[in-house]
DNA sequence: TTGTAGGCGTTATCAG
DNA sequence: CTGATAACGCCTACAA
């Protein structure tokens, strides 16, 4: 039964010391050229790999960082990819562990606490506030939330600038001419606060009339978003008069909406603009093509591993919270209001 | 500067030798009921977590399935989340590694075989067979690739049964009624070759005049499926007559072609039955209700990890093919032909 | 450059 | 149940 080669196996092929194999493997100076070759040479030659756990074993300090993700959700897998070369290029390896539906925060958590990550980076994670701050709490390490959380105290924050993407986006619509922006409140949806904070603003500075179409629910289902959409846009149908434009906070609500007028009689954009918020995969359809507010996912997943390092390092102690700014995508569900009769 | 407390610390704690509380932890015979409870209640106390590493150290065999998917992709999300309980049964961890833009699978692998897992389980892999054989060839330990391989003696195949949830599909048409069912083949497709002959078999069985529709173009490409469907639209557009039934081997590019056929007049399912394959999100949403062929990433992430245990646990040294069953999903896009002029 | 010695936290074995 | 001892593979310090 063959066992994978050890520096001790690698030093006795090449004729030198453990150590020196030790030295040259982690380019430390102390080899002369020659060796460092012929080492490097054997390394390849024997399949040699260094055996990570007797190397953090080792070590004082780790240099992994711990990533909490949800597969299944859509935004974090690119997230997920930003985060690996921004944590190389400041000397960390990247520990992955999924949250799904039969293993929770905790056990992902626990997980990566076992390998001693020097941070643990969790993104869209169901936990509420209370639930992270335990996280932070039981975990000696840095802890950062990249999602909807608030400035606190206990750990890091990364999220979206979302009330200033729906503000950008009613700004856009009111310059078209709407001046009837309705306003899709999905209720029990993490960033659903801020992103109506941001319509509220909005309204109150251009001096609308805001319209809040509140809709209750349960953030649990599958199709939750689309049914949301779908009922507000009856709740609109049995009004008198429509508004020239609609925001939700959702893409999938969105669309829901949209298909709902549609299947009504309704023209899009003629009759009312319709858009949403994510540029998730949906918006981006030729047959949908809504337009949306997108968020960075690249620069979120990089401004995570800044603020993990920041703080593994010691530079800053205290937790801070990092905006990331969304911008405006505009496509062929909204344009100028028709004059009305 | 605390450190994570480590079994000596709990056993001093507890007033109890560092042996008993190992035997304790990982649930050995040996130690009372009392003694038990009281080591468990100190870990609580003093958050304690083993130390992963030194376990893996000391440990002959690792219990670490090292699992490689790229985040970016589709389905892959739904079994890694099968991955979890199904390893779990069976005592092993979930150690996860990423393929991304900037990260190849060599470099997943790399990563995989220092932390010493005892199998790799590579999913969706952009690599080749000759890609794979080396990998598994480099490594000492067994490898299963999900995806679209053929069985081999180097790793074993865990894949789904796209050939006959095709054949299932043009079945269905045919009983609808179809006799003039197009097929459209998007060249560079990895489990395209596949799928293609479930359609030959099914034309041939049913003695159905066959008409494939080839296109050609890169797979690399974000919206490439979508364009290949909207491109063998035109195509068949182009003819005196259309075919009463159109399948493509992709949910997206079923889309596109269904799009590009509404737009020019064409009521589908009454003058054209549309079905694709892959069930993806788009072939649910209710503006596109598309039939298709949904795959099971359930079961193919279990039987990866089956594949993987049989051979880590040298049950069975010879790699296998594990072929996943299929099924099809009917929606609106297809229904019975008209009968034409 | 090499060798020697020790230790990281855990598991394992053995005698008491 | 305890105590003693060794080992896993690697890193670090120090002396040769």
Redo the contacts between chains.
């Keep these: 039964m063959?066992?994978?080669p050890t520096m001790a196996d690698l030093a006795a092929h090449v004729g030198v010391s453990r150590q020196l194999v030790s030295l040259v493997l982690r380019d430390a100076p102390g080899a002369s050229d020659e060796t460092r070759r012929r080492v490097r040479e054997a390394a390849r030659e024997l399949?040699f790999?260094?055996?990570?756990?007797?190397r953090?074993?080792r070590r004082a300090r780790s240099k992994d960082l711990g990533v909490i993700f949800a597969?299944?959700h859509s935004t974090?897998?690119?997230i997920?990819?930003a985060i690996?070369?921004a944590a190389a290029e400041r000397g960390y390896?990247?520990?992955?562990?999924?949250q799904?539906?039969?293993?929770s925060t905790d056990q992902a958590v626990?997980?990566l606490?076992?390998?001693?990550c020097a941070a643990l980076i969790v993104i869209g994670s169901d936990l509420k506030h209370t639930g992270l701050r335990a996280v932070a709490e039981?975990?000696?390490v840095p802890v950062v939330d990249v999602g909807y959380g608030r400035r606190n105290q206990f750990y890091d924050v990364v999220r979206s600038s979302g009330d200033r993407g729906i503000e950008e986006l009613v700004d856009y619509l009111a310059e078209l001419g709407h001046r009837q922006i309705t306003y899709v409140d999905p209720a029990s949806m993490p960033p659903g606060p801020l992103r109506r904070r941001g319509y509220e603003r909005a309204v109150k500075r251009l001096e609308l009339a805001g319209d809040i179409v509140s809709m209750p629910g349960d953030y649990t289902e599958g199709n939750y978003f689309?049914e949301v959409g779908a009922a507000a846009a009856r709740t609109l149908l049995e009004r008198r008069e429509l508004p020239t434009a609609v925001v939700a906070p959702n893409d999938h609500a969105a669309?829901?909406l949209l298909?709902t007028l549609i299947r009504n009689g309704v023209r899009i954009p003629d009759d009312v603009s319709v858009a949403g918020f994510d540029d998730a995969?949906?918006a981006r359809?030729?047959?949908?093509d809504l337009t949306s507010v997108r968020q960075d996912p690249g620069l979120m997943g990089v401004s995570a591993v800044e603020a993990a390092v920041r703080r593994v390092e010691g530079q800053e102690m205290r937790p801070r919270e990092t905006v990331v700014e969304t911008s405006l995508v505009v496509r062929s569900s909204t344009a100028a209001p028709r004059k009305r009769g």
């Design positions: 063959p066992r994978p399949g790999s260094p055996h990570v756990a007797a953090s074993l597969p299944a974090e897998p690119e997920v990819e690996y070369p390896d990247v520990m992955l562990s999924a799904t539906a039969t293993r626990e997980e606490l076992g390998h001693r039981r975990s000696l689309e669309v829901g298909h995969l949906i359809l030729s047959s949908v």
